[in-house]
């Protein structure tokens, strides 16, 4: 059956009516947004990415100032969870990098230059802290000591390795204890006690975890030091 010129502009206004009714349904007002968005690819509102603050290297919330190296300190959760080091954006120390291991681990970087020189850990429980002691002594004058610890950092500690600690800035090390948490950064040939040290006591009465402190977490900027003379 065929439309009569009236019945067929009829017809046509109908379907042009009900094509914008729909149109309007799935593109308009705020129940089309998400709708606009999925064909668009553009979101009028900021994502939470973009609302969230920057972060700068190894995650500070600042950036470090010409010659100063950027780092992170996290030492161990308990005896489950491995401690990091990250410097300038590269992570030295964690368990993703499959270096670490109860006790202490140590990074040593050019103080100079920023490169990385050594990481090493030592087991400070059943460990034999003459191997912390040979890897100490020899570290040259302007060398940056990284200290992040795991489980127990003290147990094997003797006077001449707390002193070594002391010498590169440590005021903790005197006091550290069986379990305690600890995170520092000193120099060989440092003038002054370092300011980049924390320690968290071992105490049944305040442990985060049932025989262990909270980890600790530390950051900052260390300036880089002038090329040694001679």
């Given at each position: 059956?065929?439309?009569?010129?009236?019945?067929?502009?009829?017809?046509?206004?109908?379907?042009?009516?009900?094509?914008?009714?729909?149109?309007?349904?799935?593109?308009?007002?705020?129940?089309?947004?998400?709708?606009?968005?999925?064909?668009?690819?553009?979101?009028?509102?900021?994502?939470?990415?973009?609302?969230?603050?920057?972060?700068?290297?190894?995650?500070?919330?600042?950036?470090?100032?010409?010659?100063?190296?950027?780092?992170?300190?996290?030492?161990?959760?308990?005896?489950?969870?491995?401690?990091?080091?990250?410097?300038?954006?590269?992570?030295?120390?964690?368990?993703?990098?499959?270096?670490?291991?109860?006790?202490?681990?140590?990074?040593?970087?050019?103080g100079v230059t920023g490169e990385l020189l050594d990481t090493k850990n030592f087991d400070m429980w059943a460990g034999d802290v003459?191997?912390?002691?040979?890897?100490?002594?020899?570290?040259?004058?302007?060398?940056?000591?990284?200290?992040?610890?795991?489980?127990?950092?003290?147990?094997?500690?003797?006077?001449?390795?707390?002193?070594?600690?002391?010498?590169?800035?440590?005021?903790?090390?005197?006091?550290?204890?069986?379990?305690?948490?600890?995170?520092?950064?000193?120099?060989?040939?440092?003038?002054?006690?370092?300011?980049?040290?924390?320690?968290?006591?071992?105490?049944?009465?305040?442990n985060k975890y049932e025989g262990w402190p909270e980890s600790l977490e530390m950051d900052g900027c260390i300036p880089l030091r002038?090329?040694?003379?001679?």
């Amino acid at each position: 059956m065929r439309l009569t010129g009236p019945l067929r502009a009829v017809a046509v206004l109908l379907l042009v009516g009900l094509t914008w009714l729909l149109a309007n349904t799935l593109f308009g007002g705020e129940s089309g947004s998400s709708v606009r968005h999925f064909f668009s690819g553009a979101s009028e509102e900021p994502t939470p990415a973009e609302s969230r603050p920057r972060k700068y290297k190894c995650g500070l919330s600042a950036p470090c100032p010409p010659k100063h190296l950027a780092f992170r300190l996290v030492s161990g959760a308990a005896n489950v969870i491995g401690p990091k080091i990250c410097l300038e954006d590269k992570m030295l120390v964690s368990s993703v990098k499959n270096n670490v291991g109860r006790g202490l681990n140590i990074a040593l970087v050019n103080g100079v230059t920023g490169e990385l020189l050594d990481t090493k850990n030592f087991d400070m429980w059943a460990g034999d802290v003459s191997d912390l002691l040979k890897f100490l002594r020899p570290i040259h004058e302007g060398t940056l000591v990284f200290v992040a610890s795991y489980d127990d950092p003290a147990t094997k500690m003797n006077d001449e390795s707390r002193r070594l600690f002391e010498e590169l800035g440590s005021t903790a090390v005197k006091e550290l204890a069986f379990r305690d948490s600890w995170v520092f950064v000193g120099a060989k040939g440092i003038e002054n006690k370092s300011p980049f040290e924390q320690r968290m006591k071992n105490s049944k009465s305040s442990n985060k975890y049932e025989g262990w402190p909270e980890s600790l977490e530390m950051d900052g900027c260390i300036p880089l030091r002038a090329p040694l003379e001679g």
